[in-house]
Nanobody, 124 residues
Framework: VQLVESGGGLVQPGGSLNLSCAASGRPIKLYNMGWFRQAPGKEREYVAGISRTGTSSFYLDSVKGRFAVKKNNADDTVHLQMNSLKPEDTAVYSC??????????????????WGRGTQVTVSA
């Protein structure tokens, strides 16, 4: 499966962005999907995830209540709605696909396909 992200950009603190991830090659209904981010000089973080059917989700504690992940198996897209953005949310955001069991996923090692990422900058 090939993944391409879009929707990043520059936003002021408190603002919102909606990231999209478009899949091709294989349908995303076969995969659990995740969003990761990496800021300069920091390790990659598992920000949000959603199961194959969309019935289960995961959020990093620091984004709970602000971010929401949605999966549309009909058009092979995954979205990350980000609200109340903070400067510390600045990073390159990437989507990824995992063929592992949802309950076995713990982090990036469980994801085998990755997009190139999209830059999100939160700054006044």
């Amino acid at each position: 499966v090939q993944l391409v992200e879009s929707g990043g950009g520059l936003v002021q603190p408190g603002g919102s962005l909606n990231l999209s991830c478009a899949a091709s090659g294989r349908p995303i209904k076969l995969y659990n999907m995740g969003w990761f981010r990496q800021a300069p000089g920091k390790e990659r973080e598992y920000v949000a995830g959603i199961s194959r059917t969309g019935t289960s989700s995961f959020y990093l504690d620091s984004v709970k209540g602000r971010f929401a992940v949605k999966k549309n198996n009909a058009d092979d897209t995954v979205h990350l709605q980000m609200n109340s953005l903070k400067p510390e949310d600045t990073a390159v955001y990437s989507c990824a696909a995992s063929g592992n069991s949802w309950f076995a996923i713990t982090g990036e090692a469980d994801f085998g396909a990755w997009g190139r990422g999209t830059q999100v900058t939160v700054s006044a």
